[in-house]
């Protein structure tokens, strides 16, 4: 897929604002810090589209990107953020479910995992979240450019054990590097495929 343009449409914590457009959306989430920014501009090619800060916690809303005038990229705040006040983080909470749960036009949640780590908690717990709900999702494992090759692949191996503890198999998942666009042509492509799957319930 070639983005051709990529334009910032609306922020809310509303589910009910969110665009009346009859559009196949690609949600984006993941623990705060994970990259999530770096790698949204890093898919559409945009350098500014998404906001990134060094410090985390930055996105704190519903934010809608019109790709191609054909589907929608959700930017969706980080969870586990510590510094973050309890009753915001409840905030955040609150909307990002109401999204999941009532959003007609998602047909898929990436979960984004810093690849340089362990198996997390609230990671496991999002995904588990999605599972029960019948949410598609897909994992992109984020900075694979800071590992050596035999080390991500031993981290990759040990999320892939833990998931099939729970899951009869792993979803979809993708490595990925805001750095050296790593991932970029494959996520691109999977979209492409589920759009072009879902094209009938979009017309």
């Not at 604002?17 to 898919?43: H, Q, T, W």
Request: glycine fraction near 6%; proline fraction near 3%.
């Amino acid at each position: 897929m070639k983005i051709n343009s990529a334009t910032f449409i609306i922020s809310n914590t509303d589910v009910s604002r969110c665009p009346k457009d009859n559009m196949p959306e690609y949600a984006f989430i993941g623990r705060s810090n994970v990259g999530k920014s770096s790698l949204i501009n890093m898919l559409t090619n945009h350098k500014k589209l998404a906001k990134t800060s060094g410090k985390p916690g930055k996105t704190q809303l519903i934010n809608h990107f019109k790709i191609n005038d054909a589907w929608f990229l959700v930017d969706l705040p980080g969870y586990g953020y510590a510094q973050v006040s309890k009753s915001k983080r409840k905030t955040f909470q609150s909307f990002i479910k109401d999204y999941f749960l009532q959003r007609q036009q998602l047909v898929c949640s990436f979960i984004l995992v810093d690849s340089r780590h362990e198996p997390q908690k609230i990671d496991l717990e999002f995904m588990q979240f999605l599972g029960e709900n019948g949410v598609p999702f897909g994992i992109i494992f984020t900075k694979a450019d800071k590992l050596g090759s035999s080390t991500l692949n031993k981290n990759i191996t040990k999320y892939k054990k833990q998931l099939l503890k729970t899951w009869e198999e792993v979803p979809t998942h993708f490595i990925t590097s805001s750095e050296t666009d790593m991932g970029r042509v494959e996520v691109l492509n999977f979209i492409e495929q589920v759009n072009t799957n879902v094209a009938g319930n979009f017309k």
